[in-house]
């Protein structure tokens, strides 16, 4: 327990991978506890017994010091490394042993146990198409690129800060999905119409609004003490770009409150744009 009586608890993402899936997992469970304070540490590419030992003293060491069970989220997929990893003085939350199992027993076949496969590429012309996605992104951002905005599966636009470039390379990154971001200047506000290349790509366009305050404490991270981050120039915008969108029918999200995941999601979802497995 902390000194405010809030739950404190040391957490180890374990992988024979990156360790970002496991973290994903193990982070998405956690943010259920928020009356709790979680250290994290991932522990990535545990792939012989070695290893294994060398992380399982490592977990005993930290229940000795803080006189309390770690929790450990583990992606290990190989049974001896599993097994060496149980023995750890910790509450151990194996995820290939809670699924695995199971699916094995509805598929009627035995999974294969390879080491780091949630980040093989395993489809080479699924990689590359991605990767293109990425590189479109980059290429097409805040304003950039615009001759080849027919080539886009969508196109962002908004005021500065509003959270366009993150939203575009996640969703080239994650789902392959060819993005661009158009940004809202002053010279686009002020007009009643949109610029030529907007109305060309309109039936692409999806707008992002923030809350003025929250856009204001972002540019003043960015920008301190400056007109780009004063309250009444991030009123101005976001007033006059919701009436943007508003006059030309753009359908747009309020990225205020919302992670980069949140908001690519709801983007898909909103625009019926396919999720690319890979």
């Not at 949630?118 to 990689?127: E, G, I, M, Q, R």
Request: net charge negative.
């Amino acid at each position: 327990m902390t000194s405010d009586n809030q739950i404190r608890r040391h957490v180890f993402f374990v992988s024979d991978s990156t360790g970002i899936t496991v973290e994903t997992l193990g982070n998405a469970l956690l943010s259920q506890f928020e009356h709790a304070k979680f250290l994290t540490t991932t522990i990535p590419f545990v792939t012989n017994s070695a290893r294994a030992e060398e992380v399982v003293a490592c977990i005993d060491a930290t229940a000795r010091d803080e006189h309390e069970r770690p929790v450990v989220f583990s992606t290990l997929a190989d049974s001896g490394l599993r097994e060496t990893l149980a023995r750890c003085n910790a509450l151990v939350l194996d995820i290939f042993q809670a699924f695995i199992g199971t699916l094995e027993q509805e598929l009627h076949v035995g999974s294969t146990h390879a080491l780091g496969r949630f980040h093989a590429v395993t489809d080479k012309a699924s990689y590359e198409d991605r990767i293109g996605a990425v590189d479109f992104a980059l290429n097409h951002d805040d304003g950039a690129g615009t001759r080849t905005y027919d080539d886009a599966d969508i196109i962002l636009i908004g005021v500065s800060r509003s959270g366009k470039t993150p939203t575009c390379v996640y969703l080239a990154m994650q789902f392959g999905i060819r993005t661009a971001n158009y940004p809202l200047m002053d010279e686009v506000l002020s007009c009643t119409t949109l610029p030529s290349i907007l109305i060309e790509n309109r039936p692409r366009l999806f707008g992002l609004t923030i809350n003025p305050e929250r856009l204001r404490t972002i540019r003043s991270e960015r920008r301190p003490g400056t007109s780009y981050a004063s309250p009444s120039r991030c009123r101005t915008e976001v007033r006059e770009a919701e009436a943007l969108f508003e006059r030309h029918r753009i359908p747009c999200l309020d990225t205020s409150a919302a992670s980069i995941e949140e908001i690519a999601s709801h983007v898909l979802l909103r625009t019926g744009l396919r999720r690319k497995a890979y």
